[in-house]
């Protein structure tokens, strides 16, 4: 009996020691590789990568200040790819551009290249992943301290807070970069595009010593550096930073780096740190075009600015009988007679002084009439 116990509990003791072994065993090889390589890629990637999502997948990036790029490749359900995977960088900078190949390293699974350190506000990197003889396009615009420095701004700036839709005073997006809030929009017939700075009660203030630049990705790559508007009539210097893009519809992308006082920001409209960000055909547009009134603004200065080099009264002599130095008020599409004077709008007064006009005085109608009638009198003698 005894004897039975003992071979009882040495064969449970067997079975439970056994136990472990024999479920390591059973687990399937290819979940422990996928788990094992998807931990690698995420640690070697590194934390604040950007990630773009594509029709077929989704392509994460971590550009690091000194230019060393890791890129990581993944399915629709989420696994990397490792296989059938490569690509090329088009690196622009001050000093011109370069295509720099994208190389699949082994041993993280990652596709690494080497580019120039980040020194511009933004710089625009293109790239072109082919992916199982698929291409994927896309261009990023990176600030000098990297995707890092995207996704640090981006974490941050969701904890100031702004209503979901909430437009600037102009009827333009506000974006919140660094400490700033910004109001952004571009005229949709001209392509100029203005950057209000406002302060906490969303009111413009003075641009100050900002600058301001904006990397766009619409029908091509931009990189515009915008200028504090000169002072004009009813516009103070510095209002406002502008300048010019070319648009034909609303972006898939616009990313506003802000230098000021030696320190700098970015924001990538729409952006969320940890999200993918969408770029595929039906992903949404960033609405910052719209109808704006500074065509017809900017032609009424140009005329004002006509008027101011005419003397601002019309003086027209008419001949005997009329008052010298008598007003021609001109109105629109108003035509002022002997000589024929025709006045545009607005309301200008113009000083037409003799002998620029001259107006025939009946002295000689009179004139002729009594030479005819004398000549007459001759004939009939």
Not at 100 to 122: C, I, Q, R, S, Y
Not at 145 to 162: C, M, P, Q, R, V
Not at 317 to 338: E, L
Not at 360 to 375: I, L, M
Request: net charge positive.
């Amino acid at each position: 009996m005894k004897i039975t116990k003992l071979s009882g509990v040495s064969a449970l003791l067997l079975i439970a020691l056994a136990a472990p072994g024999c479920g390591k065993e059973e687990q399937p090889a290819e979940a422990n590789a996928t788990v094992e390589v998807t931990a690698t890629a995420e640690s070697a990637i590194g934390e604040g990568a950007y990630v773009e999502e594509h029709e077929s997948g989704k392509a994460a990036f971590n550009v690091a200040a000194d230019g060393n790029v890791k890129a990581a490749v993944s399915g629709p359900d989420g696994k990397p790819i490792r296989e059938d995977v490569s690509g090329t960088l088009l690196w622009k900078d001050a000093s011109g551009e370069k295509t720099l190949p994208l190389t699949l390293d082994a041993k993280t699974g990652l596709l690494v290249a080497a580019g120039p350190k980040l020194e511009a506000d933004l710089t625009e990197i293109g790239y072109t992943l082919s992916v199982a003889g698929k291409p994927w396009n896309g261009t990023l615009h990176v600030p000098a301290g990297g995707t890092a420095e995207l996704y640090a701004n981006a974490k941050g700036s969701a904890n100031l807070g702004l209503p979901e839709g909430k437009l600037g005073p102009h009827g333009g997006r506000i974006e919140i970069v660094g400490d700033d809030r910004l109001e952004l929009l571009v005229d949709e017939a001209t392509g100029e595009v203005r950057v209000f700075v406002l302060d906490a009660d969303l009111k413009p203030i003075d641009i100050g010593e900002r600058k301001v630049t904006l990397g766009v990705v619409a029908e091509a790559p931009q990189v515009v550096v915008l200028a504090p508007v000169a002072a004009t009539a009813g516009v103070a210097a510095g209002a406002y930073l502008t300048g010019k893009l070319a648009l034909a519809a609303d972006p898939l992308k616009v990313t506003v780096a802000v230098r000021n006082a030696g320190r700098s920001a970015v924001a990538l409209c729409g952006y969320r740190a940890g999200a993918a960000f969408a770029v595929h055909a039906h992903a949404p547009r960033v609405k910052v075009r719209m109808k704006t009134d500074w065509h017809a603004h900017a032609h009424a200065h140009a005329d004002l600015k006509a008027r101011a080099d005419l003397d601002p009264k019309v003086h027209v002599h008419t001949g005997a009988g009329a008052k010298a130095g008598a007003k021609a008020h001109a109105k629109a599409n108003v035509n002022v007679k002997a000589p024929s004077v025709r006045v545009t709008p607005p309301s200008v007064n113009v000083q037409i002084k003799a002998p620029s006009i001259s107006i025939p005085k009946p002295t000689f109608k009179a004139s002729a009439s009594a030479r005819a009638s004398a000549g007459a009198k001759v004939g009939t003698r």
